[in-house]
């Protein structure tokens, strides 16, 4: 079985647990905590794939790490997979948990590309557009300056992509009259 598909099912068991135990948003930030840590800290990672580093090691800089800060449940997650010999996906896991929590309350990620910084009332109309095209309830906005657009923005969510800058409008223009269309 792939990483993905284990760190997927794995997610997805502690999805279902966290329902069942009425902890989901706890057990939802014990995992954006972990996505944290590990990505501040390339290290622990690179810890937690080596199989060379024993599995009572990678349990003990979890437990240092996480305890006191995490829901029991989320700790007893922790040793379980470390137990399992799987703590390779441990932040795919978290990864992939955040992405089915945010499927489950239709949280959406768009991430705009604009040529200066996007203003509230713009920031509001495309969160607003988002919500109605995907059908989300709520918008996560992932932005980014790129002087290179001249205006407008770019805006992805997931595998769509709605183009409105300038730069690409007169790069268009420029391929049409190449073209002699216009």
Do not use: C, H, W
């Amino acid at each position: 079985m792939s990483e993905n598909k284990a760190a997927s099912r794995y997610a997805k068991s502690l999805i279902d647990l966290s329902n069942e135990r009425n902890a989901l948003e706890e057990i939802k930030n014990d995992m954006v905590l972990l996505a944290q840590v590990v990505d501040e800290n390339p290290e622990l990672e690179a810890i937690l794939k080596n199989p060379i580093v024993p599995l009572t090691k990678k349990a003990g800089i979890l437990d240092n790490l996480f305890v006191g800060r995490v829901n029991e449940v989320t700790s007893a997650f922790f040793k379980l997979v470390v137990n399992k010999g799987r703590s390779a996906i441990l932040f795919d896991t978290a990864k992939a948990f955040i992405a089915q929590y945010n499927a489950i309350k239709g949280i959406v990620t768009a991430n705009v590309t604009s040529a200066t910084e996007l203003t509230a009332e713009s920031r509001a109309e495309i969160e607003a557009i988002v919500k109605k095209e995907i059908g989300a309830n709520q918008v996560v906005l992932n932005e980014k300056v790129n002087a290179d657009l001249i205006g407008g923005f770019v805006l992805k969510v997931g595998d769509k992509q709605f183009d409105a800058s300038i730069g690409s409008a007169l790069n268009k223009l420029k391929k049409e009259l190449a073209l002699g269309i216009v």
